[in-house]
């Protein structure tokens, strides 16, 4: 699976949209971009994925560019309950392969 | 449904010890999964177990063994347990091989002296 590059930590305002990034240029034609998120001391939650369309569901809209080398997920009005770790994981997708989690992002979201 | 459930939710244990760490799902997948985290890192796969049957190694399984009792229950014993070993453990579960979302179980926190 290719490798990801998140920043580790990310402040926002609560109300704003928070916007956290991900590198992926090793990205392959049959990888998919996953995104999990792991509240203080819970187990990591599923958030979105997407291959190369941008997607969007009830929790986060996930942008991915047109070479595929990086995408964004945005939480579109964060609250104080979307403080996390957030993991951008790159995955194939059909066939059996398992998730491998970087140290992800933390975002803290203020009041 | 409960999700994905584990058993205990804290354990202390002395060098040498052994433990079973349990995990059961209720929600009819075929793929179950043991991690491990440790301070300031992410998950790291230990076992899985693709569908009832079957186990492979993961990226860290030296110092653990598996079971799948069925289709429900994964479990995850130390033989002997070692202070390398001290960390959060957590079970996950998938429906199929090729499913998108892994359902996580809330952790197991494991302490070795």
């Known amino acids: 699976d290719a490798k990801t590059t998140q920043p580790p930590s990310m402040d926002c305002a609560e109300g704003r949209a928070a916007n956290l990034p991900c590198n992926h240029s090793?990205?392959?034609?049959?990888?998919?971009v996953y995104w999990y998120r792991q509240i203080h001391s819970q187990g990591p939650q599923y958030i979105i994925h997407?291959?190369?369309n941008n997607e969007t569901n009830e929790m986060a809209s996930l942008i991915i560019t047109e070479d595929r080398k990086s995408s964004t997920l945005i939480l579109p009005h964060a609250t104080l309950r979307d403080t996390a770790v957030y993991y951008c994981?790159?995955?194939?997708?059909?066939?059996?392969?398992?998730?491998?989690f970087g140290k992800g992002t933390m975002l803290l979201v203020s009041p | 449904n409960a999700g994905v459930t584990q058993t205990p939710k804290f354990q202390v244990l002395k060098t040498g010890q052994s433990m079973t760490l349990q995990c059961a799902q209720d929600?009819?997948?075929?793929?179950m999964y043991w991690y491990r985290q440790d301070p300031g890192m992410g998950l790291r796969l230990i076992y899985y177990?693709?569908?009832?049957?079957?186990?492979d190694k993961g990226e860290v399984p030296n110092g653990y063994n598996v079971s799948r009792l069925n289709k429900r229950e994964f479990s995850l014993r130390l033989e002997s347990a070692a202070p390398s070993q001290t960390s959060v453990y957590f079970c996950?579960?998938?429906?199929?091989?090729?499913?998108?979302?892994?359902?996580f179980g809330p952790g197991t926190r494991l302490t070795v002296l």
């Open positions: 996950a579960s998938t429906l199929g091989a090729a499913n998108n979302e892994q359902f």
């Open positions: 090793t990205i392959s034609g049959n990888e998919y």
């Open positions: 997407g291959l190369k």
């Open positions: 994981i790159v995955r194939v997708a059909g066939g059996y392969s398992t998730l491998t």
């Open positions: 929600m009819n997948h075929n793929s």
């Open positions: 177990s693709a569908s009832e049957g079957t186990t």
